[in-house]
């Protein structure tokens, strides 16, 4: 079975800087997809970035960035230049990626606060 | 309309009695997941349809739960003999195929609480 933790309950940052967020998992498995999701206050949830695990290029989308180190199963988020809108709940997620279908693991999320 | 439709928004019950939430998910999309969110436990699968095969049900924490989708769209789930434990928002998703993108559009939730 799959695992994921996030291991900061709560962050806050200052508009305009820079913060990382912090995750890792845990399997046996070699290919994989790792993603972030945004749950903004009483709003729904979204994808906002996603990683091939076969793929050793770090993902990019605009301010958002990761940081994939396979070998220590780590896949932190950094936000670039943070606007109040970013305010949410972040969760990691794993899935195999493996035939006929997968779910996702998801971890207990981080939220998230930007302030003035 | 667009998105995945969730209803009721909010739910309160008695404990015992029987609840059914139902999710509208994205025209098209042949799959559908239901997932249990509990205050700092995070996302927890609970079940999963995808076109006509039969459901993934290995999520769901007890045969008080229950789910079905009618012809391959609409979903309920449904709860019987509710407990507090059972207060959680339940989230639907839905995506256009099963598989490897990953990219789950969710609703906004159904937030049942059990008195």
């Not at chain 1, 996030?6 to 913060?19: G, K, L, N, R």
């Not at chain 2, 008695?14 to 994205?26: A, H, M, T």
């Not at chain 2, 609703?107 to 008195?115: A, D, N």
């Amino acid at each position: 079975a799959q695992t994921v933790t996030q291991s900061q309950p709560e962050m806050s940052v200052q508009e305009a800087e820079t913060v990382t967020l912090s995750c890792t998992y845990d399997t046996s498995e070699n290919n994989y997809y790792l993603f972030w999701y945004k749950q903004p206050p009483s709003r729904q949830m979204i994808l906002v970035i996603r990683q091939e695990a076969y793929k050793q290029q770090n993902a990019t989308e605009n301010r958002f960035s990761v940081n994939f180190q396979k070998a220590a199963k780590s896949f932190s988020l950094k936000i670039s230049d943070s606007q109040l809108g970013d305010t949410a709940m972040y969760f990691c997620a794993f899935m195999k990626s493996s035939l006929p279908y997968s779910t996702l693991t998801f971890g207990k999320g981080t939220m998230l606060l930007v302030s003035p | 309309g667009a998105g995945v439709s969730q209803s009721p928004s909010n739910k309160v019950t008695e404990k015992g009695k029987d609840v059914e939430l139902r999710c509208d998910p994205i025209s098209g999309h042949t799959a559908l997941y239901w997932y249990r969110q509990s205050l700092g436990q995070g996302l927890e699968f609970l079940i999963y349809f995808q076109g006509n095969s039969a459901p993934d049900k290995s999520g769901l924490p007890s045969d008080r739960f229950s789910a079905e989708r009618t012809g391959g769209s609409v979903s309920t789930l449904t709860i019987q003999r509710t407990q507090q434990e059972d207060s959680a928002v339940y989230l639907c998703a839905s995506s256009f195929q099963s598989g490897n993108t990953g990219e789950l559009f969710f609703g906004e939730g159904s937030r049942l609480t059990v008195l």
